[in-house]
């Protein structure tokens, strides 16, 4: 079990990939940047998923650099765990779709 969670472009193409063992309490941080937090169902997401725009992928960077208070040069080396860098990766990948479809489907599994 653990949290598998994908995000996809218009095409159905894998853009953005983040994967947390069960215990791994960064799931939850993840799920509260998306602001998806109906989604975490424990041990595991739940199956299912949603459509997400841009504008909630830019709320969720800023949040993201408010909470490690990063700046705006804001680069995969500043993170300090694999974790936080799996999610600055995994919102920056959405983002980046999204600003050029105008939006991502994110499925937490």
Avoid: P
């Amino acid at each position: 079990m653990g949290h598998d969670i994908s995000g996809y472009n218009k095409a159905r193409e894998e853009i953005a990939y983040a994967r947390f063992s069960m215990g791994n309490h960064n799931a939850v941080l993840l799920y509260s940047l998306l602001e998806a937090n109906h989604y975490y169902a424990g041990v595991s997401g739940t199956g299912k998923s949603s459509i997400f725009s841009v504008q909630h992928f830019e709320k969720a960077l800023n949040s993201y650099k408010k909470l490690f208070k990063t700046g705006e040069s804001l680069s995969e080396s500043d993170c300090v765990s694999w974790d936080q860098k799996q999610i600055l990766i995994f919102i920056k990948n959405c983002l980046e779709t999204a600003q050029k479809e105008e939006s991502v489907e994110i499925y937490f599994g």
